[in-house]
C-alpha cells in the first residue's frame, strides 16, 4: 500500500543532542513537508520541498535542517540550536504543486529529556 | 486579524445533534479552502474541499462565503465517531507559501 511513514514514533532528546526524523513515501508526490504541532495550536510550517535537491523554509525554520536528495525521502534534523523542541512532528506529501492536499504521515513525538 | 480563525471549541453535543462550525480567513485572494479532521495524536486527514456554490458529502455539508471571508462546516446527524478537532485550512494562492491551518475546532459527542 501507498502511504508516507514517519519514525519513529516517539522520540527524546538530551540537552544540545542533534535528532533526525525520518519521513519516506512512495506515493510517487514531488512536494513533501514538515509541519511542528503544539497543544492547543494549529500546524505551523517547518520546511517544505517541491523537487529533489531543493527545499524552502516555512515560518519556524529556525532551529532545524533538512535534505532532499531522493523524491521519496524527506529527514527533518532537529538542531540544539532548537531551544523549545517538544512538540508533534508531522511530515506531508501532496501530487501537486498547487499543494492543496496533503497525506500526512502518522507522526513523531519529540520529548526533551 | 490572524490569518486563518477558528473557533476552538470544545463542542459537547448529543448524538443526532446537528452542529456547524466556522472559520474566517484574512487573504481574500486565497482561493482554496478544506477541512481536515483530526483526532488526537494522530494525524489530519482531508475530509472535504469547500468550493464555492457549496458542497456535501453525506453527513457533511461545507460552504464558502467569499464576501464575508469565512467558511463553514455543517455535521448532521452526529455520531459519536464524529468525536475528533476539526481543522480549517486555506490555500493562500500565494508563491512560496503553503496552505494554513487553523488551530482546530474540537468536537465531542456524547451518547
Known amino acids: 500500500d501507498g502511504g508516507i511513514t514517519q519514525s519513529p514514533k516517539y522520540l527524546f532528546r538530551k540537552e544540545g543532542q542533534n535528532v533526525t526524523l525520518s519521513c519516506e513515501q512512495n506515493?510517487?508526490?514531488?512536494?513533501m513537508y514538515w509541519y511542528r504541532q503544539d497543544p492547543g495550536q494549529g500546524l505551523r510550517l517547518i520546511y517544505y520541498?517541491?523537487?529533489?535537491?531543493?527545499?524552502q523554509k516555512g515560518d519556524i525554520a529556525e532551529g532545524y535542517s533538512v535534505s532532499r536528495e531522493k523524491k521519496e525521502s524527506f529527514p527533518l534534523t532537529v538542531t540544539s540550536a532548537q531551544k523549545n523542541p517538544t512538540a508533534f512532528y508531522l511530515c506531508a506529501s501532496s501530487t501537486d504543486r498547487r499543494r492543496e492536499k496533503l497525506f500526512f504521515g502518522s507522526g513523531t513525538q519529540l520529548s526533551v529529556l | 486579524r490572524k490569518e486563518v480563525e477558528q473557533d476552538p471549541g470544545p463542542f459537547n453535543v448529543p448524538e443526532g445533534a446537528t452542529v456547524a462550525f466556522n472559520c474566517t480567513y484574512s487573504?481574500?485572494?486565497?482561493?482554496?479552502f478544506f477541512w481536515y479532521r483530526q483526532d488526537c495524536r494522530k494525524e489530519p486527514k482531508l475530509l472535504m474541499s469547500?468550493?464555492?456554490s457549496g458542497n456535501e458529502d453525506g453527513r457533511f455539508t461545507a460552504q464558502l462565503n467569499r464576501a464575508s471571508q469565512y467558511i463553514s462546516l455543517l455535521i448532521r446527524d452526529s455520531k459519536l465517531s464524529d468525536s475528533a478537532t476539526y481543522l480549517c485550512?486555506?490555500?493562500?494562492?500565494?508563491?512560496?507559501?503553503?496552505?494554513?491551518f487553523g488551530k482546530g475546532t474540537t468536537l465531542s459527542v456524547s451518547s
Open positions: 520541498s517541491q523537487i529533489v535537491n531543493d527545499f
Open positions: 485550512v486555506v490555500n493562500p494562492n500565494q508563491a512560496g507559501t503553503a496552505l494554513i
Open positions: 506515493l510517487n508526490h514531488d512536494a
Open positions: 487573504n481574500s485572494a486565497s482561493q482554496s
Open positions: 469547500v468550493y464555492s
